[in-house]
Each structure stands twice: as structure tokens, then as C-alpha cells.
């Protein structure tokens, strides 16, 4: 196991111009592992034998998400600590104590923080993309879905209306224009999240808490307005269940969003190819990924289409939970001239 590279993805992520509660976590794991930490090496080996196709930037998150489920209190007591030397003695006795607890959670689970906003670049596109399809409607597939809100969000007057205005694109705010939806599926790999676990994956920090705030206004919102949607357990990276799910129905387009960091670099493109392979026509695909793995704020929007083998590099947003602005990419032009939409 190359302890340099979770070293250098902890440092880096450490040095995020934002501090959403889990800072302080990375730079502790990039100090542990220069020490080094024998007790930190062991549980992250550990950690990456039972899932080896995580990112070292998705593993040292689990494994902070972990240590928070496992012993709540750990992570405040750790921050507390006057010197990055004792943090590290304490955050070695939290491992050494429940080791057991944080690599079982970490075999089963994954990142499914939820953010409330990552619809709204989606239904912009789909509504530009898929206008005239209205008369048999699309089957939309998000996969890596979490807890599932955003195949849900697609088409809520009421949420893009709420949180659209906090996002403006170099051209005003999209107006509001439904997706001919036939059916909205949630992939992703069991067990499914449930609301406990997505409040553990938010940092503990006032920004976070504001974040979760918005999602439980959400999901009141989506009880009474949100669209059906059929939840299916696939793991992404097993290419022939995910194949098969394709082919059995007929998913027109699909979502990634934030999936792809996840994910050991090799594993990406061979994720994007199955999917692009196994979607029917149009086969349009949205992946938002952040900046530098989650070093720098912010993140791309890229759409795979059949009528190019390279993405279109559409837009850049400036806050990878839908705050802030949204600007071009070099492709921007080129895609909505083809599929144009309409601002505010």
C-alpha cells in the first residue's frame, strides 16, 4: 500500500479554502502518516484490503466518517487536544479501540453526504436536452444516488424555485422547465443510506449544519411534491451487474454526480464507458465531479452525448453545493446552441 499517496490526498484536502468540519481531520491523518502513525497505517491497510476500489481520498473520509459513527464524541476531544502530538495519541487510542467497528463500516458503506442542490444544473440540461421528447417521456437513472433526493428533485417546481436563485449563470437564472420523465431510478451500492448515516457524513461545523437544515426541508417538501422514483442496489464498479441493470431498463440518461472521486482512478473510465455503452438512445450522461479531488473548491459539469466520443466540458460551478455561480467551460457555447435554453 502506498501510504505517500493517502499522505499527499490527506495534506492537500487538509488545505481546502473551506473548513466544513473536516479539516482539521485531514491535516491530523497527513501529520499521522509522516510521524508515522503505525496505529493510522494499520487501519487504513485494513481499510483498503476489505475496499480496494476506493480513492485514497474517499477511504480517509469514510474512515473519518467512521470514527464520528462509531464514538461521536472522539473527533471534539481529538480538536481539543493542545498540540497535533497529542491529537495524535488520542486519535490512535479512538483507532486501536474500535478498529473493528471502523473497518466493518467502512467494508459497507460510502460517502453519502447529500447535498440539496446538485439538481439544479441536471434539470437544466435534461430539460434542453431531451425537449421534443415529451410524447414516450425518458427513463433517468442517478447513479451512486445516496439517500436518493436528486431523481426525486427533477421536476419539483417548488425546490428549483427555492434554490435556483442562489446559483446564477453567466446568462441570469434557467427558467423552469420540466423533463419529460417516464420513470427516475436510484442506483447505488446496498445497503441504501438512511438519514442518520448522511447526518454522519456532514462535517461538524456550522456550514454543514446549515447544508443538513436544508436537506430535511427537502425531503418535507418531497414528501408531498416529489416525483416516484425505484431504487436499485448495484455496485458500480461490478461491470457486469451494472451492464445487466442497463439492459434491463432501458435508462435513456444518466447521472453521476460526485461518484467518480470515489473510485480508484483506473476504475473511472471503465465506470463511464459501461455506462455510455449501456445507455439507450440519446444516451445522454451528466458527471460533476469537485476540483482536485475534493483539494479546491468548486466543480465541473460534463455531459457525455453519442454524437462525439470526448465529454463536453460544459460549465464550472463555483461551490460544489450549488451556491454561488455557475461559468462556462469551453464547450458551454457548442452544447447549448444545440440545445438552448432559456434564462431569467
Given at each position: 500500500?502506498?501510504?505517500?499517496?493517502?499522505?499527499?490526498?490527506?495534506?492537500?484536502?487538509?488545505?481546502?479554502?473551506?473548513?466544513?468540519?473536516?479539516?482539521?481531520?485531514?491535516?491530523?491523518?497527513?501529520?499521522?502518516?509522516?510521524?508515522?502513525?503505525?496505529?493510522?497505517?494499520?487501519?487504513?491497510?485494513?481499510?483498503?484490503?476489505?475496499?480496494?476500489?476506493?480513492?485514497?481520498?474517499?477511504?480517509?473520509?469514510?474512515?473519518?466518517?467512521?470514527?464520528?459513527?462509531?464514538?461521536?464524541?472522539?473527533?471534539?476531544?481529538?480538536?481539543?487536544?493542545?498540540?497535533?502530538?497529542?491529537?495524535?495519541?488520542?486519535?490512535?487510542?479512538?483507532?486501536?479501540?474500535?478498529?473493528?467497528?471502523?473497518?466493518?463500516?467502512?467494508?459497507?458503506?460510502?460517502?453519502?453526504?447529500?447535498?440539496?442542490?446538485?439538481?439544479?444544473?441536471?434539470?437544466?440540461?435534461?430539460?434542453?436536452?431531451?425537449?421534443?421528447?415529451?410524447?414516450?417521456?425518458?427513463?433517468?437513472?442517478?447513479?451512486?444516488?445516496?439517500?436518493?433526493?436528486l431523481p426525486r428533485q427533477l421536476n419539483c417546481e417548488t425546490l428549483y424555485r427555492t434554490f435556483a436563485p442562489d446559483l446564477v449563470w453567466d446568462d441570469g437564472i434557467p427558467?423552469?422547465?420540466?423533463?419529460?420523465?417516464?420513470?427516475?431510478?436510484?442506483?447505488?451500492?446496498?445497503?441504501?443510506?438512511?438519514?442518520?448515516?448522511?447526518?454522519?457524513?456532514?462535517?461538524?461545523?456550522?456550514?454543514?449544519?446549515?447544508?443538513?437544515?436544508?436537506?430535511?426541508?427537502?425531503?418535507?417538501?418531497?414528501?408531498?411534491?416529489?416525483?416516484?422514483?425505484?431504487?436499485?442496489?448495484?455496485?458500480?464498479?461490478?461491470?457486469?451487474?451494472?451492464?445487466?441493470?442497463?439492459?434491463?431498463?432501458?435508462?435513456?440518461?444518466?447521472?453521476?454526480?460526485?461518484?467518480?472521486?470515489?473510485?480508484?482512478?483506473?476504475?473511472?473510465?471503465?465506470?463511464?464507458?459501461?455506462?455510455?455503452?449501456?445507455?439507450?438512445?440519446?444516451?445522454?450522461?451528466?458527471?460533476?465531479?469537485?476540483?482536485?479531488?475534493?483539494?479546491?473548491?468548486?466543480?465541473?459539469?460534463?455531459?457525455?452525448?453519442?454524437?462525439?466520443?470526448?465529454?463536453?466540458?460544459?460549465?464550472?460551478?463555483?461551490?460544489?453545493?450549488?451556491?454561488?455561480?455557475?461559468?462556462?467551460?469551453?464547450?458551454?457555447?457548442?452544447?447549448?446552441?444545440?440545445?438552448?435554453?432559456?434564462?431569467?
Amino acid at each position: 500500500m502506498q501510504f505517500d499517496r493517502f499522505e499527499s490526498a490527506a495534506r492537500e484536502m487538509g488545505n481546502h479554502p473551506q473548513d466544513h468540519g473536516w479539516r482539521d481531520f485531514y491535516r491530523l491523518v497527513g501529520y499521522g502518516l509522516a510521524a508515522p502513525s503505525a496505529e493510522l497505517r494499520r487501519i487504513l491497510a485494513l481499510c483498503h484490503g476489505s475496499q480496494p476500489a476506493h480513492s485514497a481520498t474517499h477511504l480517509i473520509s469514510l474512515v473519518g466518517i467512521a470514527i464520528k459513527t462509531v464514538r461521536p464524541d472522539a473527533l471534539p476531544l481529538i480538536y481539543r487536544a493542545p498540540s497535533m502530538k497529542e491529537r495524535l495519541r488520542l486519535l490512535e487510542e479512538t483507532v486501536g479501540e474500535h478498529g473493528d467497528d471502523i473497518r466493518r463500516l467502512v467494508s459497507m458503506r460510502r460517502n453519502s453526504f447529500t447535498g440539496a442542490r446538485r439538481f439544479l444544473v441536471p434539470q437544466a440540461i435534461l430539460s434542453a436536452f431531451f425537449r421534443g421528447h415529451e410524447g414516450d417521456g425518458i427513463t433517468f437513472a442517478d447513479f451512486g444516488t445516496g439517500l436518493g433526493i436528486l431523481p426525486r428533485q427533477l421536476n419539483c417546481e417548488t425546490l428549483y424555485r427555492t434554490f435556483a436563485p442562489d446559483l446564477v449563470w453567466d446568462d441570469g437564472i434557467p427558467r423552469f422547465r420540466p423533463i419529460p420523465l417516464r420513470s427516475s431510478l436510484g442506483v447505488d451500492r446496498g445497503p441504501m443510506p438512511d438519514l442518520e448515516w448522511v447526518r454522519s457524513c456532514y462535517g461538524p461545523s456550522d456550514y454543514y449544519d446549515e447544508l443538513f437544515s436544508e436537506l430535511t426541508f427537502t425531503l418535507d417538501v418531497l414528501a408531498d411534491e416529489g416525483g416516484p422514483v425505484r431504487f436499485h442496489e448495484v455496485d458500480l464498479v461490478d461491470d457486469e451487474a451494472l451492464t445487466a441493470f442497463l439492459r434491463d431498463n432501458a435508462v435513456h440518461a444518466g447521472n453521476l454526480s460526485y461518484v467518480l472521486y470515489e473510485i480508484s482512478m483506473a476504475m473511472r473510465a471503465k465506470l463511464v464507458r459501461t455506462l455510455r455503452e449501456g445507455l439507450r438512445p440519446p444516451g445522454l450522461l451528466i458527471v460533476t465531479e469537485p476540483h482536485g479531488e475534493l483539494t479546491r473548491q468548486g466543480c465541473d459539469v460534463l455531459v457525455y452525448c453519442r454524437d462525439r466520443q470526448d465529454p463536453y466540458r460544459v460549465c464550472a460551478v463555483s461551490d460544489g453545493h450549488f451556491k454561488g455561480k455557475v461559468t462556462r467551460l469551453e464547450h458551454y457555447r457548442e452544447f447549448f446552441d444545440r440545445h438552448p435554453v432559456t434564462f431569467d
